[in-house]
C-alpha cells in the first residue's frame, strides 16, 4: 500500500506542470522529368529520419507530380525519392519547424541510362510507426488473418484484446471508442460488435491507437480511440483486385474491388461475401454457498454447451470523389451490409443437491437474425486563401433494422413436461451525424481548431415471447418477458484547441470540449392486464461536461527522440441494452437487466511517453495514468435479494447494470519493432498494469487490487522475394475484478503467403489457434454462489485464399490531359 501512495504521488508530482503538445508540418514538393519537363506520376518516396535514416512515412507522386508528407513533427530530415528508369534521388536535412507547409523546389529525375527489359517493383510498407500521440499499424500485410473478419484482424493490433462477443479492449479496458475512417459508422448504431464482425480483414489498410485524444475527438471512450482506416486508392486509371478464400467448417468468401481515377473524378466500389461458421464449446459450474461455504445440501447446477455460430455477409460500397475546383473536394458514399446470422447452442444441464444428483436435462437454443445496415456519407473540403485554412464538412445517415426469432426447447428426464419457448425479436435505429471543423494557422508557429459535431441515435427495440401450452398444443404470449423499448440518444459538441510552438524543441496546445447529451428512454410493459402505473417507465438523462486536454512534448538532442507528457478528461456513455429496464431471460438459469438510471462513468487519464529511433530498432514506453468514477458494470446479483423475479432457485445468475465503483489504474505500456536481418522482422508489445477497484458501499463488497500483464510478439520471415512466414502468438495473465477473476490465455497463429504470377497474385495458407488454446475461463465469487466459466467461441480454423491484382501498371502512364490543378492528392476517397 505504502508502493501505492507513493507511484500516485509520483504521477501526482510529474502531471501538475502545464503541458505541451508535439507540433507538426507538412513537407510539398514536385517531381518532374529533366528531359521533358513533365510530370512524374507514381514516383515513390520515403520520409526518413535524419540523423539514423529510420522510415517515418512514404507517399506517391500524383497525377500532377505533387508529392505531399503530412502530420510531420518538428525535426530534421531527408528523402528518398526513386522511380523505375530514373536516378534516385536523395534529399538531405530537410527542416520541419514549422505548422506551414515547407514547399521545397521541384525535383528533377534523369534517366538511369540502363535498357529495362523486366521490371518488379517490390516495396513494402512498415508494420508499426511509432508516434507520441498516436501509433498507427499497418495491417494490410497481416497474413493470419486472411479471410476474417474486421475483429479477426484487431486480435493482431498491439495493445488491443477481442473477447468471446467480439468486445474490443484497449490496455485492458473494453470501455473504447471504435472509428472507421475517422468517424462513427451510423449503421453501427449501439452494435459495433456485429459491424466488425462482418466487415472483411482484407478491406483495412492501418489501425490508429489514440491513446490519450485531445478535445478535437469525441470524449467518448475510456483508454481512448480505434480508428480503423479503409485502403483508398491513389492510382490513376482503372485498377483493382479480386479474392477468393476456403477453410476448414465450410469457410470461405469472395471479393472484388474496382476503382477508377482520373483529374477531376474518382469512382470506386467493391463487393465481399462471406460464409463464416464458428464452432465452439463452453462449461458452467454454479454451486450454492450456504454461510459462505460449500455444504453437502449445496444446490449446485453444471452445464455443457456445444454452440455453433453461422454468418452469411454481404458487404456493399460505392461512391465517388468529385474534384470540383483546385482547393474544393466533395465526396457522396453509400455501404451496404446485409446479415443472415444463425447460431445454435445445445446445452446439457446436471442439477444436483449435494451430493446426490437430482435431475438431468437438454436444451436446444436456436436463433435466427436477419439485418439489413445502410450509411449514406456525404464530405465537404474546402481550402482556404491563406495556406493552411480549411473547412471541412461531413454528413452521414444511417438506417439499421434487424428481424429475428430465438426458439428454446428444453426436456428433462424425470417426466417433467418439456418446456418450449419462442421470442420474436425486431430492433429498428436511425442514426444521423454532422460534424463541421475549421483550422485557422496564425502563423508559423502557431495555428487555431475550432468544430461542432452533433449525433442523434433513435432506436426501437421490441421482443415478444410464446410459450407453448402443452395442453392445447399451441404457443401462448407471455407478457413477463415482452416488451417494446424506445431510446433516444443525441450528443451536440463544440471544440476548441490552440497549438503554440514555444521554442525550438517544446510546443503547447490547449482545448476544451463541451459536450451536452441528453438521453430518454421509455419501457413499454406489453401486459393487458399490468396496472395503468406499470405500463410505462421513462427515463431521462441530461448531462453536460466541460473537457480540458492539454500536452507538452519535448525533442531529445538531434535525433528525433520525443518525450510527451498529456492529459485529457474523458466519458463512457450508457446506451443500448445497459439502460433497458426488461428482464432478458437467455435461459432459465441466467438472467440480465439494463438500468435506465446509469450515471456516465468520468475519466480523467494522464500518459507520459518516450519514444527512441535506432537505425534497425524502434521503440516506445507510456507509463499513464486514469482515475474512473461511477464505473459501469454488469454487476452479479444475489438471488435472495430478487426472489421476486427468479423465485426460489439459488443457483441462477442475474446481471444488473449499476455503477459500482471508483478505480485508480496505472500502467506501463512497451512497444518495439527489430529488423534482426534483411529478411526478418518482429515487432513485440507488453503491457503490465495495475488497479484499484473501490465499489460503492451499498454494494457491500470489499476493494480490489489487481496486478497483470499481457504481451504478443508478430515476426516475419522472408525466406525468397516471393515467400513469406508470418507468426503471430499471444498471452493474457490472470486477472481480477471486483467479483471474481479470469485465468490466463494464450495462442498461436500462423500464415504464409507465396507471390505469384509477377507479383500480380498471392497464395496464402494460415492456421488460426495453433494448439486450439484460446479460450476464456472466469470464476465468480458471491456470497450465496461460487461460479465458474469456460467458453471457447472458436476452434482451430484452416484457410487457403488466392487474391488477383490488375491496373498496378497505370502508375506508370503519363496523362495526355492533365488540366489545371487538381487538389487530389488530399481528397476523400471512399470509405466503409
Known amino acids: 500500500m505504502i508502493f501505492t501512495r507513493n507511484l500516485k504521488l509520483i504521477f501526482f508530482i510529474i502531471f501538475c506542470p502545464l503541458f505541451l503538445f508535439a507540433q507538426q508540418g507538412k513537407i510539398e514538393t514536385i517531381v518532374i522529368d529533366e528531359e521533358t519537363s513533365e510530370p512524374i506520376i507514381g514516383a515513390s518516396a520515403s520520409l ?38 530514373k536516378e534516385n534521388v536523395l534529399i538531405e536535412n530537410v527542416s520541419v519547424a514549422s505548422q506551414q507547409p515547407l514547399k521545397l523546389a521541384g525535383v528533377s529525375m534523369m534517366d538511369d541510362g540502363k535498357l529495362i527489359e523486366e521490371v518488379v517493383v517490390e516495396g513494402r510498407v512498415p508494420e508499426m510507426r511509432l508516434g507520441i500521440d498516436k501509433k498507427v499499424f499497418d495491417v494490410s500485410q497481416s497474413l493470419v488473418s486472411v479471410g476474417g473478419s474486421a475483429s479477426d484482424l484487431l486480435e493482431n493490433v498491439p495493445t488491443l484484446d477481442v473477447d468471446a462477443d467480439g468486445n474490443v479492449s484497449l490496455r485492458g479496458s473494453s470501455s473504447v471508442k471504435i472509428l472507421i475512417d475517422g468517424r462513427e459508422s451510423a449503421m453501427a448504431g449501439s452494435d459495433i460488435n456485429a459491424l466488425l464482425q462482418s466487415l472483411p480483414a482484407n478491406s483495412i489498410d492501418k489501425v490508429e491507437l489514440i491513446t490519450n485524444p485531445s478535445a478535437k475527438y469525441d470524449a467518448a471512450g475510456q483508454s481512448g480511440i480505434v480508428n480503423i482506416v479503409l485502403k483508398k486508392n491513389v492510382r490513376t486509371g482503372l485498377n483493382g483486385s479480386v479474392t477468393a478464400s476456403g477453410g476448414s467448417y465450410d469457410n470461405y468468401n469472395a471479393g472484388i474491388d474496382l476503382n477508377y481515377r482520373d483529374r477531376k473524378f474518382n469512382f470506386f466500389g467493391g463487393y465481399n461475401y462471406a460464409n463464416r461458421v464458428r464452432p465452439g464449446d463452453g462449461f458452467n459450474d454454479n454451486t450454492e454457498l450456504i454461510d459462505g461455504v460449500i455444504q453437502e445440501n449445496s444446490a449446485r447446477t453444471i452445464s455443457t454447451s456445444d454452440n455453433n455460430r453461422k454468418g452469411k455477409n454481404h458487404t456493399l460500397r460505392f461512391g465517388t470523389d468529385w474534384y470540383a475546383a483546385p482547393k474544393t473536394t466533395l465526396s457522396l458514399g453509400a455501404n451496404v451490409s446485409i446479415r443472415d446470422n444463425d447460431r445454435r447452442s445445445d446445452i446439457n444441464y446436471q442439477y444436483f443437491n449435494l451430493p446426490e444428483l437430482g435431475e438431468r436435462a437438454s436444451r436446444v437454443s436456436q436463433q435466427y437474425e436477419e439485418d439489413l445496415g445502410v450509411d449514406i456519407t456525404f464530405d465537404f473540403k474546402q481550402e482556404l486563401k491563406r495556406e493552411g485554412e480549411e473547412i471541412t464538412a461531413n454528413i452521414t445517415y444511417g438506417n439499421d433494422t434487424e428481424d429475428g426469432t430465438n426458439d428454446f426447447y428444453q426436456r428433462f428426464d424425470n417426466g417433467r413436461a418439456p418446456f418450449e419457448r419462442r421470442n420474436v425479436t425486431s430492433e429498428a435505429g436511425k442514426n ?396 476523400m476517397e471512399g470509405g466503409f
Open 48 to 85: 526518413l529520419q535524419q540523423s539514423n535514416q529510420s522510415y517515418v512515412q512514404g507517399a506517391q507522386s500524383d497525377i500532377e507530380g505533387k508529392l505531399v508528407f503530412s502530420d510531420v513533427d518538428f525535426g530534421t530530415y531527408m528523402i528518398r525519392i526513386t522511380y523505375v528508369g
Open 432 to 827: 444521423w451525424n454532422f460534424q463541421m471543423d475549421y483550422v485557422l494557422p496564425f502563423a508559423e508557429d502557431h495555428k487555431f481548431e475550432a468544430g461542432y459535431r452533433t449525433m442523434v441515435r433513435n432506436s426501437e427495440d421490441s421482443q415478444w415471447s410464446n410459450v407453448l401450452d402443452t395442453v392445447t398444443n399451441q404457443f401462448m404470449p407471455d407478457y413477463s418477458v415482452s416488451n417494446d423499448f424506445d431510446l433516444t440518444n443525441s450528443v451536440h459538441a463544440l471544440y476548441v484547441n490552440y497549438q503554440r510552438k514555444l521554442t525550438e524543441k517544446l510546443g503547447v496546445q490547449v482545448g476544451f470540449r463541451g459536450e451536452q447529451t441528453y438521453l430518454r428512454s421509455t419501457y413499454y410493459n406489453l401486459d393487458p392486464d399490468a396496472p395503468e402505473d406499470e405500463r410505462t417507465n421513462d427515463g431521462n438523462q441530461d448531462f453536460f461536461r466541460l473537457y480540458p486536454s492539454a500536452f507538452l512534448s519535448y525533442e531529445v538532442g538531434n535525433s528525433g527522440d520525443k518525450v510527451q507528457l498529456s492529459y485529457t478528461r474523458r466519458v463512457q456513455r450508457p446506451g443500448g441494452w445497459q439502460v433497458n429496464p426488461f428482464v432478458n431471460v437467455s435461459d432459465e438459469m441466467n438472467y440480465r437487466q439494463g438500468n435506465p438510471n446509469l450515471l456516465p462513468e468520468d475519466i480523467h487519464s494522464f500518459e507520459l511517453s518516450f519514444a527512441k529511433f535506432y537505425d534497425k530498432w524502434n521503440f516506445i514506453s507510456s507509463a499513464y495514468y486514469r482515475r474512473s468514477s461511477d464505473m459501469m458494470s454488469p454487476f452479479l446479483i444475489d438471488p435472495e435479494e430478487i426472489a421476486d423475479i427468479v423465485g426460489d432457485r439459488s443457483n441462477v445468475t442475474f446481471r444488473r447494470w449499476e455503477n459500482v465503483s471508483k478505480q485508480d489504474a496505472m500502467g506501463l505500456e512497451l512497444i518495439s519493432k527489430v529488423n534482426f536481418l534483411q529478411w526478418w522482422d518482429a515487432t513485440a508489445n507488453v503491457n503490465l498494469f495495475y488497479d484499484k477497484t473501490m465499489p460503492y458501499a451499498e454494494f457491500n463488497t470489499g476493494d480490489v487490487e489487481n496486478f497483470s500483464w499481457n504481451g504478443n510478439i508478430n515476426t516475419n520471415v522472408k525466406f525468397t522475394k516471393s515467400t513469406t512466414l508470418q507468426a503471430r502468438g499471444f498471452y493474457r495473465a490472470p486477472r481480477k475484478w471486483v467479483q471474481g477473476r479470469m485465468r490466463s490465455m494464450a495462442g498461436l497463429d500462423l500464415a504464409v503467403r507465396q507471390d505469384v504470377l509477377s507479383g500480380k497474385g498471392s497464395v496464402m495458407f494460415n492456421v488460426r489457434d495453433v494448439f486450439n488454446t484460446r479460450r476464456f475461463r472466469m470464476e465468480n465469487n458471491l456470497p450465496t454462489q461460487f461460479i465458474q466459466m469456460e467458453n471457447r467461441w472458436m476452434r482451430r480454423m484452416f484457410s487457403l485464399s488466392f487474391t488477383y491484382r490488375f491496373g498496378i501498371q497505370d502508375l506508370t502512364k503519363k496523362r495526355e490531359d492533365r488540366g489545371g490543378e487538381n487538389g487530389m492528392d488530399e481528397g
